[in-house]
């Protein structure tokens, strides 16, 4: 359950980026993973904004995504449930770290350790099947 929350909470954020009206929690997240806080990142762009949005829904949809794994096929598959979800969050981890560091936002990846530790927590241990 706190898997799909971590995950799916960074996507309202993201969609709320979509509109200049609401986009500041998308910007100030930005600025803040990219630290330092400086306010150097801007939702000014068009194409930031539809990234935005692609960013919100894929986050949203795989947190709702977990969420249901959690309720539908972790009691009949527990430990396959767990390692599917693992391998997401771990993918996730490895892409948007090497991300972060190639676009020159490397306390992302450093960032991405703690969202890790929380997101992944008991999904360390095996299962009781």
């Given at each position: 359950?706190?898997?799909?929350?971590?995950?799916?909470?960074?996507?309202?954020?993201?969609?709320?980026?979509?509109?200049?009206?609401?986009?500041?929690?998308?910007?100030?997240?930005?600025?803040?993973?990219?630290?330092?806080?400086?306010?150097?990142q801007s939702y000014e762009a068009p194409t930031t904004?539809?990234?935005?949005?692609?960013?919100?829904?894929?986050?949203?949809?795989?947190?709702?995504?977990?969420?249901?794994?959690?309720?539908?096929?972790?009691?009949?598959?527990?430990?396959?449930t767990r390692k599917a979800v693992l391998a997401g969050?771990?993918?996730?981890?490895?892409?948007?770290?090497?991300?972060?560091?190639?676009?020159?936002?490397?306390?992302?990846?450093?960032?991405?350790?703690?969202?890790?530790?929380?997101?992944?927590?008991?999904?360390?241990?095996?299962?009781?099947?």
């Amino acid at each position: 359950m706190v898997t799909a929350i971590v995950v799916a909470s960074f996507g309202p954020v993201f969609f709320f980026g979509t509109m200049p009206s609401s986009s500041e929690p998308a910007r100030w997240t930005l600025d803040f993973l990219s630290w330092s806080v400086d306010a150097a990142q801007s939702y000014e762009a068009p194409t930031t904004r539809f990234l935005s949005a692609l960013t919100g829904g894929f986050l949203f949809g795989w947190g709702i995504c977990i969420f249901f794994l959690r309720q539908w096929v972790y009691d009949k598959a527990p430990d396959e449930t767990r390692k599917a979800v693992l391998a997401g969050v771990l993918s996730w981890f490895v892409l948007d770290s090497m991300g972060s560091i190639a676009s020159g936002n490397p306390s992302n990846a450093f960032f991405n350790i703690i969202v890790l530790l929380i997101a992944v927590g008991p999904l360390w241990r095996p299962a009781k099947g």
